[in-house]
């Protein structure tokens, strides 16, 4: 299993053209990234065709996942690369429903394998967000554990080092009250990103999307508690990695909500990038609070409140992370960095 530090950041296709505000995602838009800065970097996302259950790379892909190692590596010859596959828009019964067969498993694995060879990434990543039933739960630990035995058959065939296989996962071990299957995840798996953000970010409660701690309910949802159902579930400290933030998430508070959401560059879902709330916080004299008991950030200004992490809040992560002997971090993503401002300040932390 692989046993170095971690430090990693996914890089989002879809999400340069939302950190540029251009609908067109710049050309070798990779070029931009300081990999300098991290050890890893999960080129995101490739997707999952229901009808051949084969891992896919869409034309609009295809030129900037090709070049994606070529291109980190020349300012990091060591940084690793994997591809990972699904993400938060996926189709999750596509997921479910190939998992569940071993036939559409075998399509699935070989397929990725293939693909990240001939890209020449480092591993491969499964971003199934999420198996929700003890049945789907059950046929992730099947594919954890035919994936590994495929990547091995594969690097003994083709005398190169085995691929990296990771997970996305939940912030905790169960996923509406199902767990996942421990085992397989320790045996098979190089490490888990453990998705420690997004916590309220949909709902109408105004609280920290990233929150570290919770002091008004420690088994609440924030990335301490995960962690200790994590480790409590028996995934041992050195096969996770924290996930942190560049995305906030923005609410209107009582009154004024048309005027108010017409001042922050978002989605329709209220998600912000971190470069466009340092642009509303200088554009609109926003009051900023850094709130240590919760390690996170909010804004304000009229009607408008945003959510999001900051410099202190990625760096005491960072350092709660190496405290708590975890393998590392990684962020989530790059293209909503404001000029690598967030990603500078966790890598400056000595893991």
């Known amino acids: 299993m692989f046993t170095e530090v971690v430090k990693a950041s996914y890089w989002f296709q879809d999400g340069e053209s939302q950190a540029t505000g251009s609908s067109v995602v710049p050309q070798s838009s990779a070029m931009l990234i300081d990999s300098t800065l991290f050890t890893h970097l999960f080129c995101a996302f490739a997707d999952l065709d229901p009808q051949t259950n084969s891992v896919i790379v869409s034309d609009a892909q295809e030129q900037e996942f090709s070049n994606f190692t070529n291109i980190v590596k020349q300012k990091n010859p060591n940084v690793q690369t994997l591809l990972s596959i699904g993400g938060r828009n996926a189709d999750t019964s596509a997921f479910a429903s190939m998992a569940s067969n071993p036939t559409s498993r075998k399509s699935f694995i070989w397929s990725s394998i293939s693909l990240a060879r001939y890209y020449r990434f480092h591993g491969l990543d499964l971003a199934w967000e999420y198996p929700n039933n003890d049945v789907e739960m059950r046929n992730f630990g099947k594919l954890l554990e035919e994936w590994r035995d495929a990547v091995e058959d594969d690097a003994e065939r083709t005398e190169r080092m085995p691929l990296l296989l990771t997970a996305a996962v939940y912030y905790s071990s169960d996923y509406n009250s199902v767990s996942y299957p421990i085992q397989e995840i320790k045996e098979y798996l190089d490490w888990v990103n453990l998705i420690a953000y997004d916590f309220y970010g949909s709902t109408t ?17 924030c990335g301490d508690s995960g962690l200790k159902e994590w480790i409590k579930a028996g995934l041992p400290e050195k096969q996770a990695v924290l996930g942190l ?5 923005n609410w209107s508070l009582e009154g004024g909500h048309d005027a108010a959401t017409t001042q922050v560059a978002t989605s329709a879902d209220g998600t912000i990038n971190y470069d466009q709330i340092r642009k509303f916080i200088v554009d609109n004299g926003a009051t900023t609070v850094y709130n240590s008991s919760v390690v996170g950030d909010y804004c304000y200004s009229g009607t408008t409140w945003i959510g999001y992490d900051d410099y202190e809040s990625i760096v005491t992560k960072v350092r709660y992370a190496k405290q708590k002997g975890l393998l590392g971090y990684f962020s989530w993503h790059l293209g909503a960095d404001d000029n690598s401002g967030l990603s500078r300040a966790g890598s400056s932390f000595v893991l």
């Open 245 to 249: 933030s560049y995305v906030g998430w």
């Open 205 to 221: 409660n105004i609280s920290p999307p990233a929150a570290l701690f919770d002091p008004s309910n420690p088994k609440g949802p």
